[in-house]
C-alpha cells in the first residue's frame, strides 16, 4: 500500500468516487439551482425599481410647475444606477455566499456604511412620515392660510418631502413637512374680530354704547364677511381720562383684517359725531 | 469496480437509495409543512390588518370633521399595499430562509432600512405615548383652556398624534402630542382675580379699606362667577405719593378677567364718590 | 435490490425503524413539554399582568381627583390586549421555534420595531426615573411652593410621569418630570426679608439707624412670621443726594413678601416722623 | 505496536494518507480558487476607485474656479491611498478568515472605528442627501435671491456638500447643504410692493383716493416692473390726526424695494401738491 | 423483525439502552448541577443586594436632614423587589436555556426594553459620574459660594445625583450634578474689590491722587477682610467733565461686597472734604 | 479488563495513539503557525505606527510656531504607548481565541468601551471631515478675511481639527473645524460699498445728483481702491424735510470700509459747498 | 441482556471507559488550564490596576493645590474596589464559560449596563479627548488669557477632564474641557490699542493730525507695552460738528487697555491745549 502507483490509483478512485457520490451531486445541484434563482429575482427587482424611477420622472415632467427637464433626466439616470449597483452588490454577496465565501467582513463594511447613510438620511424619512400625517390628518390643505414657526402665508404645495408656502409679499417659503411641527391654520375656523373703542371718561357711557351698538348692526348688515351680528362686550377698562368698550366680531377665515379695519373707521366716525371722542 | 457501467449503476442506485431514505422524505415534509404555515399565517395576517385598515379609513369618513374623502380613500389604499408588501417580503424571506438560502445580507439590508425607518419614527412613536398619556393622566380635557409653549386656546380635539387647540380668535393651533410637555390648565380649578387698587397718600386709610369691603361684598353679592366672598388683603406698597390696596376673589375657572374687570369699575367709581382717587 | 417492490418494503421499514426509535421518541417528547411550559408561563404572565392592569384601574376610580371613569376603563381594556397580544407573540414565536422554523427574520423586524418604540419611549423612562429620584431624595413634597423653569406654584401632586403645581392664580401647570430638572424649592429652608431704606443725604444717619432698629424690633415682637431679631446691616450705598440702609431680617418660609410689606410700611412711617425721608 | 519504529511508520502512513486523501485536496483547492477571486476582485475595486478619484481631481482642475491646482492633487492621492488601504485591509481580512483565523475581534475593532466615522460622518451624507433634493426638488437655482437662516444673496453654486450664496455687498456665504433646512426664494414669483401713504385727518378723503389712484396709474404705465395696474386697498388705519392709505403693486420678482421707492417719492409729491400731507 | 412485538422488545430495549448509558448520565448530571450553581449564585446575589439596599434605608434615616422616614421605607421595598425580579428573571432564563429551551426571542425582548431603559437612564449615570467628579476633582465643597447657570448660592450638600445650593435669601436649589458643567466658585481665592472714584474736571488730580491713597490705606489698616494694601491704579478714564480713579483692593473670598461699600464711603467722604466732589 | 494494570496500559496506548495521530499533527501545527503569523503582523503594525507617531512629532518640532517641545514629546509617548497597548491587546486576544478561549465576554467588554470612546471621539471625526472639505471645496485659505459664528478675523492656519482667526486686535480665535458650519468669506469677491448721503428737501435735486457724481468720479479715479466707476443710485427715501441719495461702488475685497470713509467725507465737503446740507 | 445486574456491570464499565478515555483527560486538563490561566491574568490586572489609581492618589496627596486628603483617599479605594470587582466579574465570566454554561443572558444584561455606563460617560471622553488635543495642539497654557463662552480670565491648571480659569476679579472657573470649543487666545499676539479722537468740526485739521502724531511718538518713546510706533490712521467719520480721528498702536498682548488709557488721557491734553478739543 505504500507504494507511489498504489497512492495514484487510490487517488483516482477517491475522486472517481467524489464524482459518482449522489449526496455531492445534490449539494451541486442545490448551489446553481440558489444562483440561478437569486439571480432572476435581483434582475426582476432592478427593471421594476428602474421602471418605477423612469415613471416618477415622467410624471415630474408633466408636472405644471417649471422644473429643469434635462436636470430631472440627469437626476433619473443617477438614482435608476444608484438602485441597480445597489441589487447588483446585494446579488453578488448571495452568490458567493453560495459558494462558502465568509462574506461577514464585507457585510459588517457595507452595515457600517448602511448606517452612516442611515443616521444621515433620518431627517428625510421624518420629512415623509410628517408629510405623510399632514395630509392624512387634514392638517390643511393646498389654498389655506398658515403659520409654522416664522413663516406664514398661503399653502401652495404640499410635497412629499417639503411644503412651499407663499407670503402674501410674493416670497415663496420652502419648508421640510419633519420641521413642521406646530401649526397654525387661519382658514378652518371662522376668525374673531376684537375692536377697541375708547371714549373720554366724561362720556355718557350709555349713549356711547347705544351709537356703538347701532354702527356695529350697520356695519354687519352691509358686511357678508361678518357671519354673525357682532357683540358690543361692554367696559373693557376704566382709566383717570378714558374708558375703553370692546367690541368683538365673528367673521368669515381670514377676513378679521378687513372687518376690523371697517368697524374701526365707522365707529371713530359715530362716536365723533356725538362729540364723545378722546382728545389725547 | 473501477469501470463506467459500474459507476452508472452505483449512481442509479444511490440516486436509488436518496429517494427510498424515510430521512429525506421526513425533511422534505417537514419543509413543505412549514412553508404552507409561513404561507398560511402571512395570508391571515395580511387579511387582518387589510380589514383594519379599512375599519379606520370608514371611521374616519363618518367623522363629523370636514374630511378630504378621496384623500382618505387614496391613503388607505396606500397604506394597504405598504402593509402586504411588507408581510409579503418576510413570508418570501421565510420560505426561502426554510430552503437553506443563506439570506443574512438581505436582513442585514432591510435591518439598516428599517432602523433608517425607525429613527425617523421616533417622534412619530412619542407623539402616541405622549398622547395616550395625556388623556390617561386626564391631563386635560376637550373644552378646556390650556396653555402649552406660545399656544393658548380651547381644546377641540386630542388625537392619537396631534391635539387641536383654538385661539379664541379664531385660528387653529395643531401641535404634535410629544411636543405638549408643559401644559397649564386654566379650566381644571377656581381662578383668582387680583385688583390692586391706588389711593393718594393723604387718603384716609381706614375710610378707604372700609369702602373696599363693601364695594367688594356688593359685587360679590351680584356675581355667580365669583365663588367665595373676596378678601381684602390690605396695604401693599406704600410710596411718596399713594398707597396701594390688594384685593383677591376667587371665581370660577377662567372667569378671572370678567370679575377683574367688573371689580376694577365697581371700585374706582367707590374710592372716586368718596374723593379718594390719586391725580396722577 | 432494484426492484420497485423491494423499495417499498425497503421504505416501510425505514419508517418503522424511524416510529420505534426512542432517540425520537424522546427528541418530540422533549418538544412537546418545552412547548407545554411555554404555554403555561405564558398563561400565567397575561393572567398576572391583567390583573395588574386591573388594579391599576381600580385604584384611579378610587381616587379623590375627578377622572373620567369611562374613558379610564377603555384605557384599561386597551393596555390589556396590547400586553396579552405582546406575550402571546412571544408564546408562538417560542413554540415554532422549537419546531425548527428559523425565525431570525421575524426576530430582526420585531426588534426594530422594539428598537423605534424604545427610541419613541425613551422620555417616558425618563420621566419615570426622574419621578422616582423627586420623592427618594426628597426634592419636594406635597404643597411645598417650588419654581422649575419658568412655573412656580404650589405643588398639587407628584405622579410617576408628571408632576402638578398650581400656580396662586389657580391654573395648575402639569410638567413631565423628566423635565424638571433644576428645581428651586421655597419652602425648605427659613426665607431671609431684605429692605432697603432711603433717607436723604443731610439726615442725621445716627438717629436714622436709631430708629430704624427700635422700628425693626417694635415689628419683630409684633410678628410671628420672623423667626430671629432682624440685623439692621447698616449703610450700603452712598450717592450724593441720599443714603440706603439695608435691614434683613430672617422669616418663616415663604412668608419674607409679606414680612418686608410691613417692614417697607412701618420703617416709612417711623423716618417720615422723624423727618428724614428723601423727598424725590 | 508499542514500539517506537512501528509508531513513526504509522506516522509516515497517515501523513500520506492525509495527502492522497481527494477531500483535502479539494478543500485546499477551494481556499485557494477563494484566495484567488479576492485577490483579482480586491484588485479590480482599487483600480475602479482610484481611475474614479482622478477623473474628479482632473474635472476639479479645468473647472473655471480658482482652486489651489497643488492642493486638489495632494488632496486627490491622499484620498486614492486611503481607498486602497481598506481595499486591501478587507482582501486580507477575508484571505485570512479562508484560512480558518478566528477574526471576530478584528473585525469588533474595525466596526468601533467604523461606527464612529459613520456617527461623525452623519451631517456630512445629511449635506450630500439635502443638496440632492434642493435640486431634485427644484427648491432653487443659481441665480436666485434666497434667505436662508439669517444669510440672503445670490445663489452662486450649488454643490453636493456646501451652496455659496453672495451678498449684494460682496461677501460670500459658505453654507452646508444640510443646514438650508427652511428657504425663502425670492426669485421665483412676482413681489408685491405695499406702500402705506398718510394723509391729515382733516384732508377731503375722496380728493386723497382719486390723486392716489391717478399717480399709481402713471407710475405703473411708465413702468416695467410692475406687472399689473396696482389697487388703492383704500383706508387702512384712522388715528385721531391723520388717515393711512394703503396701495399694493404686483411687480417682478425681487423688484418691489425699487418699485415702492418710486410709488413714495411720487405719491409724496403729488399729495404736497393737494396740501393734504400731514405735516408732524 | 416487522412484528409488532418484536417492536416493542425492541423499543423496550433501547430505553434501556437511553437509561443505562452513562454519557446521558453525565448529560444530565451536568446539567443538575449547572442548574443548582446558578440557582446559589441567584440566591447569594438577591441576599447581597437586598442588605445593600437596607443598609442604604437605615443610613436615610440616621440623616440630619428631614426625610419623610415612611416613604424612604415604601421606595426601599419598592427597590428591593425590583433587583429581586430582576435577578428572578435572570435566574430562569438561565436554567431553561440548560435546559435547550430556545430564549433567543425572550432575551431579544429584554434586550430592546434594557436598552429603552438605557437610554432613559442616561442623564442619570452623567449625573452620577459628574458628582463623582467634583468630589474627585475639589471643584467645590459643602460651605462654598458658587454659581452654575443661574443659580447662585452656598452649597448645602453634594450628593450622588443632585447638588443642594441655598439662596442667600432662603430658597434652596437643587440641581442635577450632569447639568452642573460650567461652575464659578467664588470661595476658592481672594477676590479683588474694584472701586472707581469720580472727581470734577478742575480738580487737583496730584492731591485727590494722595487723599484716596490715605484713605485706602487707613481703611486697609482698619478692616481684616482685606488681605494686602489696595493700590491706587490710577487715571482710568477722562471725560470732558471729570476723571475717573480706579482703586484695586485683593481681600479675603466673598468679601468683595463689603470692602467696596466701606471704600466707597469713606473715599466719598475724603474727597467730599476736600471740595473735589463733582456735582451731577 | 477491570484490573487497574490493563486501564493502565490501555490509558498509556490512548495517550501514544493521540500522540502520534497525525490529526492532532497538523492540528497543533496549524495553531503555532497561526500564533506565529498574528505575532508578526502585531509587531510590524507595531513598529510602523510607531514611526509614523514620531515622523509626526518630528514634523511638529520644526514647525515655525512654538510649541512647547518638551510637552510634544511626552505625547508622542504617551500616544506610542496607546497604540502599541491596543496592539498588543488585540494580538493577545487573537492568540488565544486560536487556543480556544471563549472571549466572547472579554470583546463585549472591549466593545462597549470602544463604543464609549467612539461616541466621545465623534465630534474630534466630525472635525477632521470638516477641515478635510474646507481646504478640498477650497471655502477659505490662509490670508483670507472671514466670519464665522460670532468670530471675525484673517485665517491664520487651518489645521486637521482646528482653524486659527486672528481678530484685527490681536487676538486668536481657535475654533474645531467641525464647528465652521456657515461660513462668510470677505475676500474671495469684490466688495459693494454703499453711501447715503442725505440732502435737504428743499435743496435743487438736479444740482444735488450732479454734484455726487462728479465728486464720485473724481474719486474713483483717485483711487485703486474701486475697481469700477461708482454708480449714483438715485433717490433712495423721501421724508418731510431730506432726500437720501444712494451711491454704490464695487471696490477691492475688504476694502470698503475704507473706500466708504473717502466717499462720505468728499461727498459731505462737496454738498456743504452747494450749501445743500441738511442742518440737523 | 435485560437483567438488572448486567445492566449495572455495563454502567460501571462504561463509566471506567469514560474515565480511562484519554479524550476526556485531554478535554478536562485544557479546561483547568484554561481557568488556571484566566485566574493568573486577572489577578495580573487587578494588581496592576490597583497599584496605579494607588499611584494617582499619591499623586494628588503631593499637589500644591489643596485637596481634601481624606477625601482623596476614600475615592481611590472605591475606585480600586470597582475595578476589581468588575475584573473579578470577567474571571468568574469567563471561567464559567470555560464549564460550558450558557451566559448570553448574563453578557447580555451586563452589555445592556455598559451601554448605558458608556452612554453616560461620553461627555466623559469627550472631555478627555479635547483636553488631550487643548495640549497637543497647543491652544493654549497655564498663565494665558483666554476667553471661552461667557468666561474669560487666567488659565489656573488645564486638567484631564477640566480646565480652571481664574476671573482677574478672583473667581475660579471651573469649565469641562469638551465645553471648551471656541477660545480666543489674548496672549499669543501682540494686540491693537485703536483710539478715537474726535476734534471740533471747525478745528484745523492738519494742526490736529500734527499734535496727534507727535503726541503718540512720544507716548511711544516713553512706553515698553507699545511695540512699534502707532500710525494715525486719519479721518474716520465726518458729523455736522466733529471729525474723529484714529490712531492704532501694536503693544504687548494683553496691554491694549493700559495703552489705550495712557493714549487717550495724553491726547486729551493735547488737543486741549491747542483750543480744538470739542465742546459737547
Known amino acids: 500500500m505504500i507504494e507511489d502507483v498504489s497512492g495514484w490509483v487510490q487517488f483516482k478512485q477517491s475522486t472517481w468516487n467524489y464524482i459518482v457520490d449522489p449526496a455531492n451531486w445534490t449539494t451541486w445541484l442545490t448551489i446553481f439551482l440558489k444562483v440561478a434563482i437569486i439571480y432572476i429575482v435581483g434582475r426582476i427587482i432592478n427593471a421594476v425599481t428602474r421602471r418605477a424611477v423612469a415613471h416618477m420622472v415622467q410624471e415630474r415632467e408633466k408636472s405644471p410647475l417649471k422644473f429643469d427637464q434635462r436636470r430631472t433626466k440627469t437626476i433619473g439616470k443617477l438614482i435608476g444606477s444608484l438602485i441597480s449597483s445597489t441589487v447588483n452588490f446585494f446579488v453578488i454577496i448571495l452568490v458567493l455566499s453560495q459558494f462558502g465565501f465568509n462574506l461577514a467582513p464585507i457585510l459588517a463594511g457595507a ?138 366680531a365673528e367673521c368669515r377665515p381670514n377676513a378679521q383684517a378687513e372687518v376690523m379695519r371697517v368697524l374701526n373707521v365707522e365707529l371713530m366716525r359715530a362716536l365723533d359725531q356725538l362729540g364723545f371722542k378722546k382728545i389725547s
Open 111 to 248: 452595515g457600517v456604511l448602511g448606517l452612516a447613510i442611515g443616521f444621515g438620511a433620518q431627517s428625510l424619512v421624518k420629512d415623509v412620515i410628517t408629510g405623510f400625517f399632514i395630509i392624512f390628518e387634514d392638517q390643511f390643505a393646498v389654498g389655506d392660510v398658515i403659520q409654522t414657526g416664522n413663516f406664514k402665508g398661503t399653502v401652495e404645495e404640499i410635497g412629499m418631502r417639503v411644503t412651499r408656502i407663499r407670503n402674501w409679499t410674493g416670497e415663496v417659503h420652502i419648508i421640510p413637512n419633519g420641521l413642521i411641527t406646530q401649526v397654525t391654520n387661519f382658514s378652518s375656523h371662522n376668525s374673531l374680530a376684537v375692536v377697541d373703542v375708547t371714549v373720554a371718561y366724561e362720556a355718557d357711557l350709555e349713549k356711547a354704547l347705544q351709537a356703538t351698538k347701532e354702527t356695529v348692526r350697520r356695519v354687519y348688515e352691509g358686511s357678508d364677511l361678518i357671519v354673525k351680528e357682532p357683540s358690543v362686550l361692554g367696559v373693557q377698562t376704566v382709566t383717570n381720562t378714558d374708558v375703553t368698550l370692546r367690541i368683538s
